[in-house]
């Protein structure tokens, strides 16, 4: 880190071991990333209403190179374990963030299109046809956000194949965008 790590505590006080185990875990995450400029680390117990026990919350800030990256868990019991959930968050937004920087990140595939070829609107279901020719089954719970009763012969259509017990069928249909 190019700077220091700082470390704020609000409405409690805060253990010398728990204080070693931030700067601990805050050091492994510069194994993770070599290129973290800061890292701030606030502990809190907020108000708590008498029914409640006490709950710890932690948030890590880090600062890198053109983004900051901020981490806030759920409050936890333990403060030990609310600071190891924070900072095993943190690592894994740092791993994001690196598979980014790095454009190793997966671009989904688009589904593949299709036309409707037969409607059947008072059964409910349809066939499509893709460009290999191949005949699909679609029912119209398959068609997402009630659209069944807006498709037309023709129509293109993004289309999830799966294998039905008859032959293939279209678990999610969906009309295609207009170019």
């Known amino acids: 880190m190019k700077l220091p790590l700082q470390i704020t505590v609000r409405n409690m006080s805060l253990s010398d071991a728990a204080r070693a185990l931030i700067q601990e875990k805050a050091a492994k995450l510069d194994t993770v990333n070599d290129g973290i400029i800061g890292c701030r680390v606030v502990v809190e117990v907020p108000h708590r209403h008498q ?8 948030r890590i800030d880090l600062t890198v190179p053109g983004s900051e990256v901020v981490i806030k868990r759920e409050p936890h019991e333990d403060l030990y374990v609310a600071i190891r959930d924070a900072f095993d968050a943190a690592r894994r937004r740092l791993q994001d963030y690196q598979h980014r920087q790095r ?5 989904h595939e688009e589904s593949p299109l299709a036309r409707v070829t ?6 409910g279901y349809g066939f499509l046809e893709t460009p290999d020719g191949r ?5 119209n719970h398959s068609v997402l956000n009630g659209g069944f009763d807006h498709l037309d012969i023709g129509m293109e259509v993004r289309f999830v194949e799966e294998e039905g017990e008859q032959g293939p069928q279209a678990s999610t249909v969906i009309p295609a965008k207009k170019s």
């Open 51 to 58: 029914h409640q026990g006490i709950s710890y919350n932690v």
């Open 118 to 123: 037969k409607l059947f609107q008072a059964d």
């Open 135 to 139: 005949e699909i089954y679609f029912h």
């Open 103 to 107: 454009g190793e990140v997966k671009a």
